[in-house]
């Protein structure tokens, strides 16, 4: 069966011409078209023009052209991302109609590399939020257990990897986006280090923070897909210059040696006992594999959930002031005067998440204020960073849970913005340092629901991480119970 081929097989099949990137793409578009009404993972697929590509693709292969690392490999992207001639809405109400006339760095990379752009998944509007259900075009479920969230904000294409819709997909992670859904669907999910991956084209929330990952249904695949959209971009100015890096021929390396660090802060009260126990129990594995267990500290975890609610709001704030309904997007038509069709543009334009935090955006950053929370807020990310930088000397990565709980049930939270912020506790922190961090399936719960491991390593090491989880996924074989869609 096609769609249940990981991106390395679907990639070396297309490449020794045992299957036409059509046939794939009809693969694909089949499992789409069956799941979706169960789902809503995507917002936009396009058949046409997906079999229109890949035919072309078919062609130049067919005429001698060398096949990409991701040849005929059809890629899910997140509907924030830009994508040429494709609407990128980025799940509001405010770019319902925007269709960009450039490409993001991304999107060109996977074209360069032979992908299929399969189709742009759902989000939480403009990245904001944690299940998915912030999107002004109705919630994903998730694939496990259909009153479920499947985490968020990229919760389209870790349900979309999850249902099988797609075999890889982009997402991008600012607190917790990549890694939290990947957790809830039972897939791998990948914030690299700031500037590891351009940005160019990612429509901008929290600037200092943003990221786009990789996700896919195994290591292996998302070591693929970072190493082809990773490295330096002239056109992102926070880029870093360092050139992509094999890390696919850096997965067989040793684990044994391996100090591994287990925070304490991230093991204490609020840890529900569902997450604990796989993840304690992989933690085991890992020892049991050679690696050193280490209990370390970051005594100042505690104020990344708060300084990251001061930031990212503040640089939405910022980044969200360009929607006037002036040069692109919804505009409201029954104004009077500027201020008024401004004022009438925003209130209809954008749902209550992105109002809340263009809200608090802003008094943290007004006069009389900015001094107790916004420079509060950057002084604490100092004080993450030298926690982070302490515990690096004393171990070479440091590994627990993704999440707190297990994905919740669709509406559980949305009454209580607090309570849906707190599912980023464990993720967070990362971004406010700029570390890489991963997120890997590491069990079920009792009741049948993917529970994720997450690892983190300092500045640049994650050819490290994507190593130690390729070891861990191949001795923990989990074997998947029968998710609710496949029952469907
Ligand atoms: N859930 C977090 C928020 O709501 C993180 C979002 C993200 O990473 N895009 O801001």
Not at 61 to 73: D, M, S, T
Not at 248 to 263: A, F, T, Y
Not at 410 to 417: C, D, H, Q, R, V
Request: glycine share 10%; aromatic share 6%; charged share 20%.
């Amino acid at each position: 069966m096609i769609h249940l081929m990981p991106a390395t097989q679907l990639r070396e099949a297309v490449a020794s011409r045992r299957l036409s990137v059509t046939e794939l793409a009809r693969a694909f578009l089949g499992r789409i078209e069956a799941c979706e009404p169960h789902l809503k993972a995507f917002l936009t697929v396009q058949p046409e023009r997906v079999l229109r590509e890949a035919g072309e693709i078919d062609e130049a292969l067919g005429k001698g052209e060398k096949a990409g690392p991701l040849a005929g490999v059809p890629v899910a992207v997140k509907d924030n991302i830009i994508t040429r001639g494709i609407r990128t809405s980025c799940a509001s109400k405010i770019l319902h109609d925007f269709v960009p006339p450039y490409e993001s760095t991304v999107v060109k990379k996977l074209r360069q590399a032979g992908a299929l752009v399969l189709g742009k998944t759902n989000l939480d509007e403009f990245g904001m939020g944690s299940s998915t259900e912030n999107s002004a075009y109705g919630p994903t479920r998730n694939p496990w257990d259909l009153e479920r969230v499947p985490g968020g904000s990229s919760g389209g294409s870790a349900a979309a990897l999850a249902a099988r819709e797609a075999p890889l997909a982009l997402g991008t992670d600012t607190g917790g986006s990549v890694r939290q859904p990947a957790a809830f669907c039972g897939v791998v999910g990948i914030k690299p280090t700031y500037g590891r991956v351009s940005r160019y084209g990612l429509v901008a929330f929290g600037s200092s923070l943003d990221q786009i990952g990789p996700l896919a249904r195994n290591v292996r695949d998302a070591a693929l897909l970072l190493q082809c959209i990773a490295g330096h971009d002239p056109c992102d100015s926070t880029s870093a210059a360092r050139p992509s890096q094999d890390f696919i021929s850096e997965l067989g390396g040793p684990v044994r040696g391996l100090r591994v660090g287990m925070p304490r802060q991230w093991f204490e009260k609020g840890l529900s006992e569902e997450v604990r126990k796989p993840v304690e129990a992989a933690l085991q594995r890992l020892e049991s594999m050679g690696c050193r267990l280490e209990e370390v500290d970051l005594p100042h975890t505690r104020y990344g959930l708060a300084a990251y609610y001061i930031v990212a709001p503040a640089e939405a704030s910022s980044n969200l002031a360009r929607y006037d309904g002036v040069r692109y997007g919804y505009r409201n038509s029954s104004h009077q005067d500027l201020l008024e069709m401004y004022r009438a543009t925003r209130s209809q334009g954008f749902g209550a998440e992105v109002k809340r935090r263009i809200m608090v955006g802003t008094f943290v950053l007004s006069s009389g204020y900015i001094e107790a929370y916004y420079k509060k807020a950057a002084q604490a990310r100092q004080i993450l960073s030298e926690d982070f930088r302490k515990a690096f000397q004393k171990v070479d990565l440091l590994a627990g849970p993704t999440t707190p709980t297990p994905p919740f049930r669709l509406g559980e939270k949305t009454a209580n913005p607090l309570e849906m912020y707190l599912s980023d506790v464990y993720t967070v922190t990362a971004n406010l340092v700029g570390l890489p961090a991963l997120s890997m399936p590491c069990g079920f719960t009792p009741e049948n629901l993917p529970v994720g491991l997450q690892l983190h390593g300092p500045h640049f090491s994650e050819a490290l991480l994507l190593r130690v989880a390729n070891t861990l996924e191949d001795d923990l074989s989990l074997q998947p119970p029968q998710s609710a869609i496949d029952r469907n």
